[in-house]
C-alpha cells in the first residue's frame, strides 16, 4: 500500500492517531511541532522521539510527497514552482512576494472539469483530485526553500487560486485549511488565505458555515449570463441569480467581504455597460464587495481571447468607482516566467510529448 503524507492529517486527527496506536497525546504534539515549527523533512531528524516510534511513522507515513522538476525565478521575485506526485501527475505552485509578506498560490486538483473557455488549468479535464497533504506540502515546499536559504522569511498569506476547483475537492480543502491555520504549527492567518471558487453554489452555501474566518473570491468574469455562459459553462449550472443568492447568504452569515475576480477580455467583458451591468449586480452590497480586475494572461490554445486595452481597463474601473463599487486594478506578478495558472504544467506535458514523438 502506497503510504501517505501525514502533512494531510490536522492536528486532531493526528493525536487520533497516536491515541489509537497506542502512542500518548503529547507525542503527536511533539511530531506537529517538528513538522510545522522546526520543519524537518525526515523523521529521523525528531530527535525527542524513540527509534521505536520513528519507526512506526516511516512504516505508515511519508513527509513530503512532491518532487521538484523545475524552479523558475522572475525578475519581480516571483518564484514558479513545478512539482511532480507520486504517480508522475505535475503540479504547479507560486510564490509572490507582496509588500505584506509572502504570498503561496496552492494547486487543488490535477486539471480542473470546470472548462472555463479562457482557462489553462481547463486545458486538462480532471485527473484526480489532491489530497491535503499534497496541499499542505506545496507550502512546505515553499517555505522550506526559505529555510535552506536561512531567509528569515515566512509564508505569510495563502491564495487557494491554483490549478482546480478547490469546492470541488471540498474535504481535502478543509483539512488543508486547517493544518496551515493551526496556530501552533504554521500559524497562516485565516484573513489572510483566500480561497477561490469559480461559483459551485452548494459549497458556497456550506463554506459560509464553517466558522473559520477564511476570504472567500468568487470568479465572475461577466455581469450577466450571456457572456458568462460563453466563458464558463458552469454558469448553466448555477447562473448568476442563484450565485448572487449564495453571496447574500455568505454575507448574511459571515458578515465578511466578497471578493469579485473579473479579468478583463478584450471585446468579451470589458465594455462601459458591461461595468454598468456589473455595478448595478453590486450595488445593494457596495460594503462587503470588491472587485478586483485581472488582466488576462494570454493562453495560446485559447487565442480567441487578448487583453483588453490599458485605456478600456480605465474606463471600466471608472464606471465602477462612480457607481461607488470597491474596485482593483491587479499588479501582474512574473508575467516572464508563465505564472499564470496551468501555464508551466502545460507547457512542461507539451514538451514531454514532443519528446516522447520523436
Ligand atoms: N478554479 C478556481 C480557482 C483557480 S483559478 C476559480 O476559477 O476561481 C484562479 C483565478 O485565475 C480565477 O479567477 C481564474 O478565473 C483566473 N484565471 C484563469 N485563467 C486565467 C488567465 N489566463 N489569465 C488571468 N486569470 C486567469
Ligand atoms: Fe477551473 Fe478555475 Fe480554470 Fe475555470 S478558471 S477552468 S474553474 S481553474
Redesign the pocket.
Known sequence: MEKISIYGFTKEELINWFIEHGEKKFRATQVWEWLYIQRVRSFSEMTNLSKQLITVLEENFIINPLKQVIIQESQDGTVKYLFELPDKNMIETVLMRQEYGLSVCVTTQVG?N?G?T????GLLTKQRDLTAGEIVAQIMEVQHYFDERQEDERVSHVV???I???FDNYDNLMGFLHVINDAKGLAIGARHITV???GLVPKINEFAENGLQVNL?I?L?APNNEVRTSIMRINRSFPIEKLMAAVDNYIEKTNRRITF?Y?MLKEVNDRPEHAQQLADLLKNKKKLTYVNL??????SEHDQYSRSSKADVLKFYDVLKKNGINCVIRREHGTDIDA??GQLRSKQIKKEKKATAK
Do not use: Q
Request: aromatic share 6%; charged share 5%; glycine share 6%.
Open positions: 480542473c470546470i472555463c479562457f482557462c489553462a488549468s487557494v487560486m491554483g482546480g476547483e478547490p477561490s471558487t469559480s473570491a470568479s468574469h475576480e479579468i485581472i488582466p488576462y494572461n494570454p493562453v499564470a495558472c
